[in-house]
């Protein structure tokens, strides 16, 4: 009984542990601890699994369907007809089958028809009969003037084509945007990391120094007060420690939006993955070219004009006269039926229509709102060149003060550290006092924080110019690994 008992118990603990975990796959699961996190591996995953992205392609799909629906209008559409009468002086019935094609470069269309009849028709439905075998017809429609270069189904077909490449532009603009924010959220973790690390080193400093003070103490070589004021800046140097461990978890917690695993869910990155000093902002290397053709907002605006001309094409179109011209080849098969023989030779008929419009507002308003979009949008497509350019020299500037500020931060590091071991050399040998060695290192680690700043500056500028500049190999959006 007590074995079965056991065996009970534990069977429910791992069932109970097995929920847990399962449940636990919603949210956000911590990454095993591994090789530093490089910011290559972010952008494959973020590219791989953003939301953004995959609801981008969604949209993308969205617009390639309703290409696919345009080009509907040039399908081959097949119709048949019968009709018989069942009660009256007359027995004809008729029955008769027609294919019709539109043109796909005019407005016009080409049909083959064929139509048998039985019976007697009156004189006023003459046209309905046929020979035995009934009667072939093929046939066409020319447009001459309106609809000859455009129509309402190409004009379709053409907006629908404009707005999947607008689609596709927006998909590339929706991804540069969450790359750079990947790229942001990456920066701000590792620099969140780094300055744990300074703030972690500071109070090891004053640990370290807590035993000699005790005994020195102990000995009556300090006084006692000495001990409170160490404690007191062990207390200031933890609560550092503290923050500085929030905003790190707080920074990978935003880095899992974008860093996920391989069904799409949010990884929480281990602290341990976190890299060294000399690799955290290195992962970025930008081409800082700027080419407006691989600009998604420049390209959306060259679009949305092409959009603009093929409008104020059909308002042309429809300023236009009709004239149409038809044409149609009939010929009917076996012997004479009860309509005669007069149907049996080889029958060709040319037809001519003309159709004018004596106002044409509709036309004439459409033409000037079109005209009117058009200098729109190349307003604003002058002023978005402009202010890339801007956009680009401004982040140029900015990357050359972070540089300098770099180097004047390394600088200052390097002898602040100098000045913090020598302080503590002669504060080992009583030549100093306790306020000032630890002025001197809170100084020192306040140099490494303000230095891990300046390297995270220099770095989120290199991703704003990125994701300025479109360039895809910098952003990640070129690894693919999943992406298209």
């Not at 807590?210 to 007060?225: F, S, Y």
């Not at 306790?434 to 490494?448: G, I, K, M, W, Y």
Request: proline fraction near 3%; include cysteine; glycine fraction near 8%.
């Amino acid at each position: 009984m007590i074995r079965i008992i056991l065996c009970m118990g534990a069977l429910f603990i791992a069932t109970a542990a097995s929920a847990a975990h399962a449940q636990g796959g919603v949210g956000p699961s911590t990454a095993r601890p591994g090789n530093p996190l490089l910011l290559e591996e972010v952008l494959r995953s973020s590219a791989r699994s953003a939301p953004d992205i995959i609801a981008a392609l969604a949209r993308n799909r969205q617009a390639d369907a309703r290409t696919l629906t345009a080009q509907g209008a040039f399908d081959t559409v097949f119709a048949a007809e019968g009709r018989s009468r069942v009660a009256g002086y007359y027995d004809g019935t008729e029955l008769a089958g027609k294919a019709e094609q539109p043109f796909m470069d005019n407005g016009g269309y080409v049909y083959g028809q064929y139509r048998v009849s039985r019976g007697d028709f009156p004189i006023y439905e003459d046209k309905a009969f046929t020979n035995r075998l009934g009667e072939v017809k093929v046939g066409a429609l020319f447009s001459l003037l309106r609809d000859r270069l455009i129509d309402e189904r190409r004009s379709t077909f053409s907006l629908a084509a404009n707005d999947m490449d607008i689609a596709r532009f927006e998909t590339k603009a929706t991804s540069i945007g969450v790359q750079a924010r990947a790229i942001e959220a990456y920066q701000k973790w590792v620099a969140a990391g780094l300055k744990l690390k300074a703030y972690q080193a500071l109070l090891a400093l004053a640990q370290d120094r807590t035993q000699g003070i005790r005994r020195q103490v102990t000995l009556g070589a300090k006084p006692d007060i000495l001990l409170i004021e160490n404690e007191a800046n062990l207390v200031r140097r933890q609560a550092f420690v503290v923050d500085a461990r929030q905003d790190f978890r707080a920074a990978a917690v935003k880095l899992s939006l974008y860093y996920r695993d391989d069904q799409g869910l949010p990884v929480v990155v281990d602290d341990a993955r976190l890299p060294d000093e000399a690799k955290a902002f290195d992962g970025l290397g930008t081409d800082p070219t700027l080419n407006l053709e691989r600009q998604p907002g420049f390209a959306i605006l060259l679009k949305e004009i092409d959009k603009a001309m093929v409008k104020l094409a059909v308002a042309r179109n429809d300023m236009k006269p009709r004239l149409d011209l038809t044409g149609e080849v009939a010929k009917d098969m076996g012997q004479a039926g009860l309509g005669g023989s007069s149907r049996t030779p080889l029958e060709t008929i040319v037809g001519v229509t003309f159709k004018i419009p004596l106002q044409n507002r509709k036309a004439r308003g459409k033409i000037a709102e079109t005209q009117a979009k058009i200098d729109e949008l190349t307003v604003k497509q002058r002023y978005l060149t402009e202010k890339i350019r801007a956009e680009i020299m401004a982040i140029g500037m900015e990357v050359e003060t972070a540089g300098q500020l770099v180097a004047t931060s390394e600088r200052e590091r390097a002898l602040a550290q100098q000045l913090a071991g020598a302080e503590r050399r002669r504060f080992d040998l009583g030549s100093s006092d306790f306020f000032l060695v630890n002025q001197r290192e809170e100084s020192a680690a306040n140099a490494e924080v303000k230095l891990i700043e300046a390297r995270a500056r220099i770095a989120a500028a290199q991703g704003e110019l990125a994701a300025a500049t479109a360039d895809e190999d910098a952003l990640g959006l070129n690894l693919r690994s999943g992406f298209d």
